[in-house]
């Protein structure tokens, strides 16, 4: 069957307008990633944090320095962990999730991140980033990061964002 040039223009017009992401039976589980590495950054829990990712994960971050496997993200995390845990600094992650796809046992999404790092005398300072993140089903049912790519991002795009129904969303 082929599309009339008339029809066609308007299909289109209706896929690219529909919603970003519309809730799906997955979302529980895959916003719990982002919540478990908060906690996890928030408790200086080296192995909670690392434990999102697989193995065979790669970590794009957005600071400088070439990329990093989910097998070495613990053995790299651990003296930033320590270093900042005993100088008593507390970090405040927050995820905001603007876009999601799930195709079968790979999950893609989309959003903004923003890593508050409050001193023991109240000074704050805080990064952002805007990431891409693809997780797998691993072959318990959970999700595990597989690619994590982030670039710096403002703080007026963090801000700018509004919950999409079903996706994670730290306010």
Known sequence: ???????????????????????????????????????????HDVPGMSSAFGADGLLIDARPGPAISGGELEARLKPMAARIQAEGVKLETAYRLERRSVMGDIAVDAGYMRQTMVRPDGQRGAR????????????????????????????????????????????
């Open 1 to 43: 069957m082929r599309l009339s040039t008339s029809l066609a223009l308007p299909l289109a017009c209706i896929v690219l307008a529909a919603p970003a992401a519309a809730a799906n039976r997955e979302d529980g589980a895959l916003n719990a990633v982002y919540a478990g590495l908060s906690r996890a950054r928030a408790a």
């Open 128 to 171: 952002y980033a805007r990431f891409l993140v693809t997780m797998r089903r691993d072959p318990n049912g959970g999700w595990r990061i597989v690619g994590d790519a982030s670039m710096p991002a403002e703080q007026a795009a963090f801000d700018a964002l509004t919950k999409t129904e079903g996706l994670h969303f730290d306010s």
